[in-house]
């Protein structure tokens, strides 16, 4: 790759263009010509001396001169300058500096089109250097989720090459690589789910399912889990509802939900599901009476491997919400979360009846 400065150099306009000044100097000599020739039924600038002749040449040859010399001082400072500026600014992006900013040229009220580029370029820059900030952040947070399962199965081998320890003692440390290994694939799937999801490899295909038949399948699928905890677990759903949407994918939004709702909930609390419509919308609610989250919680609860409660961080990954934002984006749903620190949680969904 050439220097910047080679660059500069290559892109350098001259200081005195001579085709500007030969161009002017012409032009300005016509001009002379068609006034001469208007206003010589006046005067006999044939009978003119040599002497003034030479005077109205020199004349416009420093005009030529003049007017050159000020045409490149505005391209100079108006066009060129900046682009300059503009050019080292495009350079040190390219190289990898998100932190660069091309200051506007005029206030707003006097905006100009390479204002509104420069504006356009911060914009983009900046969107640039969210972007790679997610993605070390991103790398950053999968490297440390491997790690952990990965140094739980390799240290809880090692133990289990003890040939003296009891048989009690040798099931707990391979039920304890069994959940190791489970939390490692579970952090893979979800891993490649929203990669496909956020790479728009999958396409939502839109049919007609029940989507009360479909919550009532999901959450019975966490009945040995209510059971256990002694959770109170109430579900209000409609009779039924058509919707034309993409059942596989909302089945991740409402598995990663509820987990949550039963995760968050301590033994012998209360989990709701409610389900309701109107002529345009279906309308899903799980709400708990669990832990709850604080504001700062709840402002990054969305986002990609963030824990509010990091008491609980070994019963999952933080990309069980990313997952369920990203499928109800592709299906063109909403959902809001709504929570008091020690009072619950309630996940609202809402959803089109017909994509």
């Given at each position: 790759?050439?220097?910047?400065?080679?660059?500069?150099?290559?892109?350098?306009?001259?200081?005195?263009?001579?085709?500007?000044?030969?161009?002017?100097?012409?032009?300005?000599?016509?001009?002379?010509?068609?006034?001469?020739?208007?206003?010589?039924?006046?005067?006999?600038?044939?009978?003119?001396?040599?002497?003034?002749?030479?005077?109205?040449?020199?004349?416009?040859?420093v005009a030529a001169v003049t007017f050159t010399l000020l045409t490149r001082y505005q391209i100079t400072a108006r066009y060129e300058k900046p682009m300059m500026r503009f050019a080292e600014a495009t350079?040190?992006?390219?190289?990898?500096?998100?932190?660069?900013?091309?200051?506007?040229?005029?206030?707003?009220?006097?905006?100009?089109?390479?204002?509104?580029?420069?504006?356009?370029?911060?914009?983009?820059?900046?969107?640039?250097?969210?972007?790679?900030?997610?993605?070390?952040?991103?790398?950053?947070?999968?490297?440390?989720?491997?790690?952990?399962?990965?140094?739980?199965?390799?240290?809880?081998?090692?133990?289990?090459?003890?040939?003296?320890?009891?048989?009690?003692?040798?099931?707990?440390?391979?039920?304890?690589?069994?959940?190791?290994?489970?939390?490692?694939?579970?952090?893979?799937?979800?891993?490649?789910?929203?990669?496909?999801?956020?790479?728009?490899?999958?396409?939502?295909?839109?049919?007609?399912?029940?989507?009360?038949?479909?919550?009532?399948?999901?959450?019975?699928?966490?009945?040995?889990?209510?059971?256990?905890?002694?959770?109170?677990?109430?579900?209000?759903?409609?009779?039924?509802?058509?919707?034309?949407?993409?059942?596989?994918?909302?089945?991740?939004?409402?598995?990663?939900?509820?987990?949550?709702?039963?995760?968050?909930?301590?033994?012998?609390?209360?989990?709701?599901?409610?389900?309701?419509?109107?002529?345009?919308?279906?309308?899903?609610?799980?709400?708990?009476?669990?832990?709850?989250?604080?504001?700062?919680?709840?402002?990054?609860?969305?986002?990609?491997?963030?824990?509010?409660?990091?008491?609980?961080?070994?019963?999952?990954?933080?990309?069980?919400?990313?997952?369920?934002?990203?499928?109800?984006?592709?299906?063109?749903?909403?959902?809001?979360?709504?929570?008091?620190?020690?009072?619950?949680?309630t996940f609202t969904v809402k959803l089109p009846i017909k994509m």
């Amino acid at each position: 790759m050439k220097s910047m400065a080679a660059q500069k150099k290559k892109a350098k306009m001259k200081v005195f263009p001579l085709s500007v000044f030969i161009i002017t100097f012409v032009v300005f000599g016509l001009f002379t010509t068609l006034q001469m020739n208007i206003i010589g039924e006046y005067i006999d600038y044939k009978k003119l001396p040599p002497s003034l002749v030479a005077a109205v040449l020199l004349c416009w040859l420093v005009a030529a001169v003049t007017f050159t010399l000020l045409t490149r001082y505005q391209i100079t400072a108006r066009y060129e300058k900046p682009m300059m500026r503009f050019a080292e600014a495009t350079q040190k992006v390219a190289a990898g500096d998100f932190s660069v900013y091309v200051p506007a040229r005029h206030t707003s009220y006097k905006t100009d089109y390479l204002d509104v580029i420069f504006a356009d370029f911060n914009k983009m820059v900046a969107e640039l250097g969210s972007i790679e900030t997610l993605k070390t952040d991103f790398i950053s947070n999968v490297s440390h989720e491997i790690k952990t399962p990965l140094a739980v199965i390799q240290n809880t081998a090692e133990l289990l090459k003890n040939d003296s320890m009891t048989p009690q003692q040798r099931q707990a440390y391979i039920l304890s690589i069994n959940e190791a290994s489970k939390r490692l694939s579970s952090l893979i799937t979800n891993i490649l789910k929203l990669n496909k999801l956020e790479g728009q490899t999958i396409k939502p295909q839109s049919e007609p399912f029940d989507l009360c038949e479909q919550l009532c399948g999901c959450a019975l699928a966490f009945e040995d889990i209510w059971e256990q905890k002694n959770i109170e677990f109430e579900a209000q759903l409609e009779d039924r509802l058509t919707l034309f949407s993409d059942a596989p994918l909302l089945e991740i939004v409402w598995n990663n939900i509820l987990s949550n709702a039963f995760k968050f909930t301590n033994e012998g609390g209360r989990v709701t599901l409610r389900q309701w419509s109107d002529s345009n919308n279906a309308f899903i609610a799980v709400s708990d009476d669990g832990c709850g989250m604080s504001e700062e919680t709840r402002r990054h609860i969305f986002d990609k491997f963030y824990q509010g409660d990091t008491s609980y961080s070994a019963q999952g990954n933080g990309l069980g919400l990313a997952l369920a934002v990203r499928v109800l984006q592709l299906v063109d749903g909403l959902i809001e979360a709504e929570s008091e620190l020690g009072k619950g949680s309630t996940f609202t969904v809402k959803l089109p009846i017909k994509m």
